[in-house]
């Protein structure tokens, strides 16, 4: 679920939309369908943009206080400021209290990876039916 700070707004339409085009390209032969193409590549960029915001908003605004707080540990400003961690990182997404304590959890990162590659192949695949699409049209009208 994206934190509330996540325009959710947004990313609920995509996924529904990529849910009804999957729901109308299922058949025969549906893994040749644009819609498929396009509703996966809506589903997965929706996904990505939710795990994305989860992970940024980890460790919630004051970032001192979720480190004492919610997970019982010292937050260390000096260690921050030597190795750079203060969370300004927007892929790979990083904050960390100190050196043995992460806010973002492990499984964030590797899932952004692995939806946007999702998305973007989905996307190159679409484009390609395309433009398949239209080069052999062209043949059939010239001969």
């Not at 996307?123 to 049209?137: E, G, P, T």
């Amino acid at each position: 679920m994206p934190s509330p700070d996540v325009p959710s707004h947004a990313l609920a339409p995509a996924i529904s939309a990529g849910l009804l085009m999957l729901r109308h390209g299922v058949g025969p032969r549906w893994y040749e369908r644009l819609t498929v193409l396009v509703g996966v590549a809506l589903i997965a960029g929706g996904c990505t943009v939710a795990v994305w915001g989860f992970g940024v908003f980890a460790g919630g605004l004051d970032v001192r206080e979720t480190c004492e707080l919610n997970h019982h540990t010292d937050y260390d400003q000096a260690w921050r400021d030597r190795t750079g961690s203060d969370g300004t990182s927007y892929f790979p997404l990083a904050n960390a209290c100190n050196e043995h304590v992460s806010l973002v959890p492990a499984w964030v990162n590797p899932t952004i990876v692995v939806l946007a590659v999702l998305t973007v192949s989905a996307l190159v695949l679409a484009l390609f039916r395309i433009v398949y699409a239209i080069s052999h049209r062209k043949e059939l009208v010239s001969s």
